[in-house]
């Protein structure tokens, strides 16, 4: 690139872009013996924030130490840096068991498996400019780590997350003495890390991802471009549990269950939609999206033939008429399926009144462009646009209570 042309594109930006940033050097150490990480926050630039403020609500984060103005409340810690550099240094506690008595992160001597957005809490940010985020873990020796972020050296790692000022990790981690395989799968850096001693299917799952991702790929273009998944056996939660670039999932799930969905391509569906519930009535339109394609990329990628197919959908809507109504705070087991047959009728009409030119794929890449919250008005203002007029799957006489 010209000498000239350097000159322009930095007349183009705005007045102040390159000088209203900072870095920001996440610092985590583990140490298994206190099932602890010891994590320092370093600030570094012309224009820090004025104010974070971190919450700390779910009671794993203590020691909580700053030079700066450091204010401790109940549930949150506001943190007020000054000068050009400032440095925030807490404890947090690894583990963290469920009310079924699996863990969603845990540390033994061996590895650790956690959310880095949990290691790092959630903060709301007041000022300062665009930020630029790096991640240094120091473990033990011997200790691997895999992240879903580019390295730059040994256990350090560039972050990134598009469209935000203030950057931090997000997304499944793992830690230890671990084994990994990785694929490039339709253009998605693609890693299966678990603990080395676990039998864990990590080729298996890079076949089956072979098989599917593709699929995936052509309903959502923007899914991300690197993907790690990460498994482990008892006393992990048997399930799985998805994350930015990321999922959890248990050893012993298998990628096709006996009722021919997959637990898998569920996740992978959350990972590339990126939607939540916008309220207390629409977790059903996360949950039924993902489990419908969790069928539907099944029979697209032969997988399964339509008469399995046919038969799957059939048991889902089955056990869903034992839900009452989708209009609830929590989607799970025969609301789910409910929700798989309302997503299926959704499907219907939208091919019915485009005489096939549209599906549900449209709405389903909307809702992934956009992320964020979904609600059922947001859906029915999609659905209509894809169809042209208001669809009948969507009217609330068939969410709510069934007449008797």
């Keep these: 690139m010209s000498l000239r042309l350097v000159v322009y594109l930095l007349f183009l930006l705005p007045t102040g872009a390159i000088a209203d940033s900072y870095s920001i050097l996440y610092r985590a150490e583990f140490n298994p013996d206190s099932g602890m990480a010891a994590v320092d926050i370093h600030l570094d630039g012309d224009k820090l924030p004025r104010e974070l403020s971190l919450n700390i609500s779910s009671g794993r984060y203590s020691a909580l130490e700053s030079e700066s103005p450091l204010e401790l409340q109940k549930n949150r810690a506001i943190w007020r840096p000054q000068g050009t550099s400032a440095k ?36 709301a940010v007041t000022g300062g400019g665009h930020s630029k985020a790096e991640l240094q873990l120091v473990l033990p020796e011997g200790w691997s780590s895999e992240l879903p972020y580019e390295k730059i050296s040994t256990h350090h790692y560039q972050l990134k997350d598009p469209g ?64 790690l998944i990460v498994s482990a056996g008892n006393p992990m939660w048997r ?55 969790a069928v539907e990329i099944l029979r697209r990628t032969n997988g399964i033939g339509q008469r399995r197919y046919d038969e799957a959908m059939d048991k889902l809507a089955k056990w869903g008429q034992q839900a009452p109504s989708l209009l609830v705070k929590r989607s799970s087991g025969p609301i789910t399926a409910r929700a798989v047959g309302v997503m299926r009728q959704l499907d219907q009409e939208i091919r019915a009144a485009t005489d096939g030119k549209a599906c549900i794929d449209d709405i389903a890449r909307r809702l992934a462009e956009k992320r964020g919250k979904v609600t059922l008005q947001r859906l029915q203002k999609l659905a209509e646009e894809v169809a042209g007029h208001p669809v009948e799957a969507l009217n609330i006489e068939n969410l709510g209570e069934r007449n008797s």
């Excluded at 963290?96 to 949990?118: C, F």
């Excluded at 248990?250 to 969905?261: E, F, Q, V, Y």
């Excluded at 637990?263 to 039924?288: M, P, R, Y």
């Design 164 to 227: 935000r000022r203030f950057v931090r990790p997000k997304g499944w981690m793992i830690i230890g003495e671990i084994g990994s395989r990785q694929d490039t799968i339709a253009g998605v850096y693609t890693k299966v890390a678990a603990p080395k001693e676990q039998k864990v299917r990590r080729q298996d799952t890079l076949a089956f991802l072979n098989w599917t991702l593709p699929a995936l790929k052509e309903v959502f273009p923007q899914f991300p471009d690197r993907l």
């Design 239 to 293: 399930g799985g549990l998805s994350g930015t670039r990321s999922l959890f999932m248990h050893a012993d799930r298998p990628l096709i269950s006996g009722n021919r969905t997959s637990s898998t391509i569920h996740e992978l569906v959350h990972v590339a939609t990126g939607i939540s519930a916008g309220d207390d009535q629409s977790d059903w339109i996360v949950e039924g999206l993902a489990e419908f394609y």
């Design 88 to 123: 925030l240094s807490y404890k947090f506690m690894v583990d963290n068991r469920k009310g079924s008595g699996s863990y969603d992160s845990l540390m033994t001597d061996q590895w650790a498996i956690l959310r880095s957005d949990k290691l790092i809490p959630s903060m």
